[in-house]
């Protein structure tokens, strides 16, 4: 096979609209299925990341429940494992991409947690300092929903 340029969006077409292999979608685009297995790679990790990032405020709203997270990410990599125990190599990516995954949700529930934690810190300040002198809590309110930078990220109650 010669060596081109994978067309991203015939690649992702090929394997999520008409569900073919990747052995099948190499073939047809006309690379190695090692090259299709690479570049689906580098787009989902980046894909991950992008909508990690466009949705991270959405997902602070949202009460998450590691353990069932945590339940379905193992019961999906022992699925995967089962079905690649003849093929090594293909075990050992499965593995890698695991981990990697388990990371990356591990990262998400620290910043939650620390999101969590500083906003916690912040309502019990602003209720000392409500409960001392109300009016400055009002102002000290006011400045911050007014800030532009913040305004759009979050909002003081």
């Not at 689906?40 to 949202?62: N, Y």
């Not at 699925?79 to 998400?108: G, N």
């Not at 006011?142 to 532009?148: A, I, R, V, W």
């Amino acid at each position: 096979m010669t060596d081109k340029t994978i067309n991203d969006t015939k690649l992702l077409r090929l394997i999520d609209r008409e569900k073919l292999t990747q052995v099948e979608a190499a073939r047809e685009l006309g690379v190695t299925k090692q090259a299709v297995n690479n570049r689906l790679k580098q787009l989902r990790g980046r894909s991950t990341h992008a909508i990690v990032a466009d949705r991270i405020d959405s997902v602070i709203d949202q009460k998450i429940d590691t353990w069932q997270q945590l339940e379905k990410v193992n019961l999906k990599a022992n699925e995967l494992l089962d079905q690649a125990e003849d093929d090594v190599q293909q075990s050992v990516a499965l593995m890698k991409e695991i981990r990697e995954q388990l990371k990356l949700q591990m990262e998400l529930f620290k910043t939650l947690w620390d999101v969590k934690a500083a906003m916690l810190f912040q309502d019990t300040v602003l209720d000392v300092i409500g409960r001392i002198a109300p009016d400055v809590r009002k102002q000290i309110l006011q400045e911050l929903n007014s800030k532009s930078a913040i305004r759009n990220a979050v909002t003081f109650r």
